[in-house]
């Protein structure tokens, strides 16, 4: 069983950066596709940012050009890099993990972190 905890969220202006974490206990990490979702208040959830088990990045239209999402199997980490940051990318992001990657991408996943809260101001 695999346990997810984030880390790595904060306060930024627009247009700046922030890199959030992804570490994972448990075996076979390796084995999973892992990404972000994003809710911010009043929304649904937002898929933003996917790796699959071979290395893969998916992106939401919304963030593609500056986020980038990597993976570590060596440390069982996740990293999101956010640049360009703008209001509207504040939310809670929430790291998942799931052997589909379509339930993943669709926030179908049944493995959670507690959420780490990131907000842009203008």
């Known amino acids: 069983q695999v346990q997810l905890v984030e880390s790595g969220g904060g306060l930024v202006q627009a247009e700046g950066s922030l890199r959030l974490s992804c570490t994972a206990s448990?075996?076979?990490?390796?084995?999973?596709?892992v990404g972000w979702i994003r809710q911010a208040p009043g929304k649904e959830r937002e898929f933003v940012a996917g790796?699959?088990?071979?290395?893969?990045?998916y992106y939401a239209n919304s963030v593609k050009g500056r986020f980038t999402i990597s993976r570590d199997n060596a440390e069982n980490t996740v990293t999101l890099q956010m640049n360009s940051l703008k209001p509207e990318d504040t939310a809670v992001y929430y790291c998942?993990?799931?052997?589909?990657?379509?339930?993943?991408?669709?926030?179908?996943?049944?493995?959670w972190g507690q959420g780490t809260q990131v907000t842009v101001s203008s």
């Open positions: 790796v699959d088990r071979s290395g893969a990045g």
């Open positions: 998942a993990a799931d052997s589909d990657l379509s339930d993943l991408v669709r926030g179908l996943s049944d493995r």
């Open positions: 448990g075996r076979l990490f390796s084995g999973y596709n």
